[in-house]
């Protein structure tokens, strides 16, 4: 009987050591995208079209789902990848939801970064505490 209670417990202490981590680099993105943003223009243009971070956010999220379709057991990568795609789009859809141009504008729009994410811990713990509790 305690055997199975201390298994839940790691568990539990498992699931919430990813999600911390994934929030940790996802936090991080935003954060370092922030910092090179400020200082340069990342964005290349190709025949009049701007690539946003958003659109490498994107293509590193189809590859990434793809590699855990198809590879197993490298759940590490794929966090760290996944979180850094997330960080990348979450950041970019801040500044295309409040059409704002211009750096000191753009640095603006970080609290509502982080709101976003906050949200998204808020939803992950809840997840996790629901999914623990059926069990």
């Not at 609290?111 to 713990?125: D, F, H, Q």
Request: glycine share 6%; no cysteine.
């Amino acid at each position: 009987m305690t055997k199975k209670i201390l298994e839940k417990k790691i568990g539990g202490f498992e699931t919430r050591h990813k999600i911390i981590s994934f929030l940790f680099i996802l936090l991080l993105t935003i954060l370092t995208t922030r910092i090179i943003t400020s200082f340069i223009d990342p964005n290349t243009i190709i025949k009049g079209f701007e690539i946003h971070h958003f659109y490498y956010g994107l293509l590193l999220l189809i590859i990434t789902s793809l590699l855990m379709l198809f590879q197993r057991g490298h759940f590490r990568i794929h966090l760290t990848l996944t979180a850094i795609s997330l960080g990348l789009i979450i950041d970019e859809i801040v500044f295309i939801g409040t059409k704002i141009r211009g750096t000191l504008e753009y640095s603006a729009t970080f609290p509502s970064a982080i709101i976003l994410v906050i949200v998204i811990v808020l939803i992950a713990e809840a997840i996790l505490y629901f999914s623990q509790k059926r069990k």
